[in-house]
């Protein structure tokens, strides 16, 4: 079965909440997710 990745448009608080639940309940590994937005220090 291929591995899903998700995106994410807009790297702010809402994002950054969604992306670390979903990581601490490893639904996703960190190398599957991606984030946008215009402020590099929220990208990471």
Known sequence: MPEKSIGFVGAGNMAEAMI???LR???????HVTAS???EERRR
Do not use: I
């Open 20 to 22: 670390r639940g979903l």
């Open 37 to 39: 937005g215009p402020r």
């Open 25 to 31: 309940g490893e639904v996703f590994k960190p190398k």
